[in-house]
């Protein structure tokens, strides 16, 4: 299973647009590329997934380069709400057996 | 709201006794996932199941934990002998499909063992 690398912790301001970065250097052929988002005392909640290029929904799009070892969620105009961890996850398509969990990236907003 | 439900929220027992916790998924899937989280660190894979089958269990998972998932409909998950150790918060999780499904999780059970 490829791994993951992401910042620790990243902090912004209300209405600024966040980019976090996820690196994924031994990603195959077949995985896709999985942004979740957790607050406190809850489970984890699927925000975005991706293959290849962009991904764009309601909450965020997902930036994904031509060699794929990197994704990028991108959220636009960050509220205090969007205070919470994010977890980018790399895994494969059906014949994937466990879906791993990193440490995620602990995103703070401030006024 | 039809989500994952998880029961107990919190259970606080003593060392020695054996616990028990419910998972209810979310009801065309047919994939079910246990993972545990304690503070600061990312939800761990503990087991899945494929409807009733429990496919894969982590090597960190030792003999005290077992899940079953009868009918492939909700599943337990039983630790005996609770060491404080075993303290965390227990997630479940559901997706219909494989490795390539969004998880929707349920929001946890938070064990105590003091």
């Known amino acids: 299973l490829a791994k993951t690398t992401q910042p620790i912790s990243m902090d912004s301001y209300e209405g600024q647009e966040v980019n976090i970065t996820c690196s994924h250097n031994?990603?195959?052929?077949?995985?896709?590329i999985t942004w979740y988002q957790q607050f406190p005392s809850q489970g984890p909640r699927f925000i975005i997934q991706g293959y290849k290029t962009k991904v764009t929904n309601e909450v965020a799009s997902l930036f994904i380069p031509a060699d794929r070892k990197s994704s990028t969620l991108s959220l636009p105009r960050v509220s205090l709400s969007d205070t919470a961890v994010y977890y980018c996850l790399v895994g494969e398509d059906s014949s994937a057996s466990k879906i791993i969990f990193g440490s995620g990236t602990r995103l703070s907003i401030r006024p | 709201d039809t989500g994952v439900s998880q029961n107990p929220r919190h259970k606080i027992t003593k060392r020695g006794q054996n616990v028990t916790f419910r998972c209810d998924p979310i009801?065309?899937?047919?994939?079910l996932y246990w993972y545990r989280q304690t503070l600061g660190q990312g939800p761990e894979f503990l087991t899945y199941f494929q409807n009733e089958a429990q496919l894969e269990k982590s090597r960190l998972l030792s003999d005290r934990f077992s899940a079953e998932r009868p009918k492939g409909s909700f599943s337990t998950l039983e630790i005996q002998r609770t060491e404080q150790g075993d303290s965390a918060m227990y997630l479940c999780a559901s997706s219909l499909g494989g490795g390539d499904r969004p998880l929707h999780f349920g929001n946890g059970t938070r064990l105590t063992v003091t």
């Open positions: 009801s065309e899937h047919n994939r």
């Open positions: 031994n990603i195959a052929t077949n995985d896709y």
